[in-house]
């Protein structure tokens, strides 16, 4: 999980992709501002903050103007490339890395070294930890946009009923405190308040667990790392977990965080889009690092990165546009709006908490971003059908079923390696 998004890509080899077509500035009047097309999925406050963002780029200068198109995740990935090709895409996208990998060998994405090369543009203020995912044959290709680390987040009337006061620190600890609010239910069946809601059907979870516990699943220099016996400790640790009934199985992400909103999970382990539904809820919110796994700290990130597109890069004035408009929104005062108004922990480390005071919650999480990690950085292709087999691993584990960790952990690896040798 910590190499980076993919080295040797073969960035030469792109040129036969031919993505062209006329670029968004083409058709504008040369009298006027340029247009910088953007595109990006987010539709709650996080998309709202981007708007006014933009807004407030558009209104501080007259050489550019940012027009946004909001899609959702899945129609963005099925339009981009022949829309890139047709001339009428994108010339910024927001993208996680594992789609990012894809689209920087077929050429959509083009490098942004000299954004970073530009000391005007305060890049030095990123935090390395994130900027790195982005980084190809030596060059960085993203900017940051969204990164936050999924956290514990807990009721404070049910600590407080509970008598609970303090953080979980480790596993064990996370475990038995779970254990301890777990409200059973009558005759001994399905609990009428579980003690933790995390989500075993999708693998947001499971790549952090076997980090934390000193493992990986996919390193770009090594390949597929599952089957090692780190790996089967960290499993054999969750199915146990699992087996005290103080967590739900057979859930996805909306599950575990509908159990939390409801009342029915005293914590839950989610990013900080968690926040506004909690509210909504009535659910007075608490929130915690992750705890420690039996070798460090690790925690999914959730992570979208701008990317420049080739057709944003095809002409001089829109690739301004695109660099002028990425260094305003990472500028101090609009990191500052980001993180109150959208509940993302900053893209930049010279935002105080005090300049964060009008959202407590994500100055406290702030912190816990060196902790975050991005799933299956530098996988070559088939990301579909691994997270599809790490989903089923994970049900497994959870459920105590399909045999002994070691076979579960060895047949998955196997179909792993599988998978990813088409696209080596």
Request: hydrophobic content about 40%.
């Amino acid at each position: 999980m910590k190499s980076k998004i993919l080295a040797g890509v073969g960035i030469a080899a792109v040129a036969a992709i031919a993505l062209t077509g006329c670029s968004s500035s083409d058709s504008a009047d040369s009298a006027g501002p340029t247009t910088v097309t953007v595109w990006h999925g987010f539709t709650e406050a996080d998309g709202d903050v981007v708007k006014t963002i933009a807004d407030e780029f558009n209104a501080s200068q007259s050489d550019y103007k940012v027009e946004i198109e909001v899609n959702p995740w899945n129609v963005i990935s099925d339009k981009l490339l022949p829309a890139l090709k047709a001339g009428n895409g994108p010339d910024l996208v927001t993208q996680e890395v594992v789609a990012a990998t894809g689209y920087i060998r077929q050429g959509a994405f083009v490098s942004l070294q000299d954004f970073y090369d530009n000391p005007d543009n305060q890049t030095d203020t990123y935090d390395q930890h994130v900027v790195d995912y982005t980084q190809v044959d030596g060059e960085y290709y993203g900017v940051p946009m969204g990164y936050a680390p999924y956290s514990i987040w807990y009721n404070k009337q049910m600590w407080a009923d509970a008598g609970v006061t303090e953080c979980p620190t480790t596993w064990d600890d996370m475990l038995a405190l779970a254990e301890k609010l777990t409200v059973k239910g009558s005759g001994g069946g399905t609990p009428d308040v579980y003690g933790l809601s995390i989500s075993d059907k999708q693998i947001a979870m499971l790549p952090a667990f076997l980090e934390a516990g000193g493992g990986d699943v996919y390193d770009a220099d090594k390949g597929v790392v599952l089957d090692t016996p780190e790996n089967v400790k960290t499993l054999e640790w969750l199915r146990s977990a699992y087996a005290k009934g103080a967590m739900p199985t057979n859930i996805g992400l909306a599950d575990a965080v509908a159990l939390f909103t409801g009342k029915k999970a005293a914590m839950t382990w989610i990013g900080p889009w968690i926040v506004s539904g909690a509210e909504a809820a009535g659910v007075e919110l608490g929130v915690c690092n992750a705890p420690a796994g039996s070798e460090r700290v690790a925690t999914p990130a959730a992570a979208n990165y701008w990317w420049l597109t080739s057709q944003g890069a095809d002409d001089e004035k829109t690739k301004a546009g695109s660099e002028a408009f990425l260094a305003y929104f990472n500028s101090h005062d609009s990191q500052v709006t980001w993180a109150v108004d959208a509940n993302y922990p900053p893209n930049r480390n010279d935002v105080t908490a005090e300049e964060m005071a009008g959202n407590p919650v994500i100055a406290t999480l702030t912190p816990f971003v060196k902790d975050a990690y991005i799933r299956l950085p530098g996988l070559p292709g088939g990301a579909t059908d691994v997270e599809a087999e790490l989903d089923t691993l994970s049900v497994n584990i959870s459920q105590n079923t399909g045999g002994d960790v070691s076979s579960l952990v060895k047949d998955t690896s196997d179909k792993l390696e599988g998978i990813i040798s088409e696209f080596e």
